[in-house]
Every structure is written in C-alpha cells, then in structure tokens.
C-alpha cells in the first residue's frame, strides 16, 4: 500500500519567517503531487501541483520535487498569519491508477 | 458557482441503521472520490469513480458502498453502521483533462454513530 509521510509538526514559525513542509513517499512510480491545505473545521483546498523534478513557484509559494529521493516539499515564503494551518501532501499513481493518497498532515502555525 | 454539495452535513445515528450521505457537483466532472478523515489517521480515500458505471475501491472500503448512475451524484452508502465509522466524510470530484489529484472538495459530512 502506497504510504505518504510528512514531518509531524507541529510547526510553528514567526511572520515573515520561511515554512518548510516536507514529505516522502514510498511508491516510486508515482507521478503527481499535490499540496492541501485544510483550515480547522474547514475541507481541503488545492494550493499546489508538481509533476516535474525541480521547482514550481506560485506566489510566496514553492513546491519542490525529487523523484530520485522520492520527496516533495512545500516552502511558503513571508509567511502570514492566514497561512496558519493543516498543510497535506498528497501522491497519485498517475496513468490508470486515479488513487490518490494523502499525508497526515502537517500543522503550521505563524505567530504575529 | 462552482461546488461540490454533501448532505447531511451533520448526523447521528445508531448502530445498523442504513443511511446515505449524498454527494453532488456541477462541474461535469468525471471523477468523483469519498475520503474519511480521523485524528491521527489523515484523509483516507473510501470509493472512486471514473465516470458513470465506473466505481472502484480505495483504501477503507469496508462498510461502505456507492454508486455512479448520474455523472453529477456519488451517494456513500453505508448499509449497517457501526460505531467505528463515527468519521468526518468529504466528497470531492475533479476533472479528468486535469490530474485527478486536483480535487474540489465538499464541506464535509460529520457522522456519530452510536
């Protein structure tokens, strides 16, 4: 079974500090990633896609991806305290394989 | 405006008491997906859909059941209840010109059973 892993947090960084969100995954063949972010008592809400090694850059965010180290990693940069909250990775087989598999998540919280 | 509807949004129910929690986009999105999310365990994905008639397991099938005869509805299914699927339930759909991990999510259905 296809297993994600992201860095436990909670996280905690002061406004206008750099957040790192990491995460691995074991199915090497896997080709797409995604990056969730979940405010409390909220649903889930696409912030980033990557499908390619290297760095994809939207705004203040930046989604970076090792297929060969089989991570993926999420760097908000300035960060604000609207940014506070649950960051999910998520990893889909790509071709004919639609599962899509999530993280647990990471908890970011950016203090004033 | 684009969304993606859950009904209920909140239940409680008792052991072995069928119930359906419906789901719906207008999006004319071809996949279709229901997740449960526990403390701890994360987004788990339940049942997906490719399309109308095309349904396959996900991770947690066990106890439930779906359906896809509209291409706009995915009702969850759970035919007898047990306390162990006290869950927050998400429906998503995406579309399938895109990656299906590019999801739109509904606001989620909390069931209790008990």
């Known amino acids: 079974q296809k297993e994600v892993e992201q860095n436990s947090g909670p996280l905690s960084v002061p406004e206008g500090a750099i957040a790192s969100l990491n995460c691995t995954y074991s199915d090497r063949v896997s080709q797409s990633f995604f990056w969730y972010r979940q405010y409390s008592g909220k649903s889930p809400e696409l912030i980033m896609s990557?499908?390619?090694?290297g760095d994809k850059e939207d705004g203040r965010f930046t989604a970076q991806l090792n297929k060969a180290s089989q991570y993926v990693s999420l760097l908000i940069r300035d960060s604000q305290p609207s940014d506070s909250a649950t960051y999910l990775c998520a990893v889909g087989g790509g071709g004919s394989n639609y599962k899509l598999t999530f993280g647990k998540g990471t908890l970011l919280t950016v203090n004033p | 405006e684009a969304q993606v509807t859950q009904n209920p949004r909140y239940l409680i129910t008792v052991t072995g008491k069928k119930l359906t929690v419906t789901c719906s986009q207008n999006?004319?999105?071809?996949?279709m997906s229901w997740y449960r999310q526990d403390p701890g365990l994360g987004l788990r994905q339940i049942y997906y859909s490719m399309n109308v008639e095309v349904t396959d397991k996900g991770d947690v099938p066990e106890g439930y059941k779906v359906s896809r005869k509209e291409k706009r509805n995915f009702p969850l299914i759970l035919e007898s209840p047990s306390p162990n699927q006290t869950s927050l339930y998400f429906c998503a759909s995406g579309g399938l010109a895109l990656s299906t991990g590019e999801l739109f999510f509904g606001e989620g259905s909390r069931l209790t059973v008990l």
């Open positions: 990557i499908y390619s090694n």
């Open positions: 999006m004319n999105h071809e996949y």
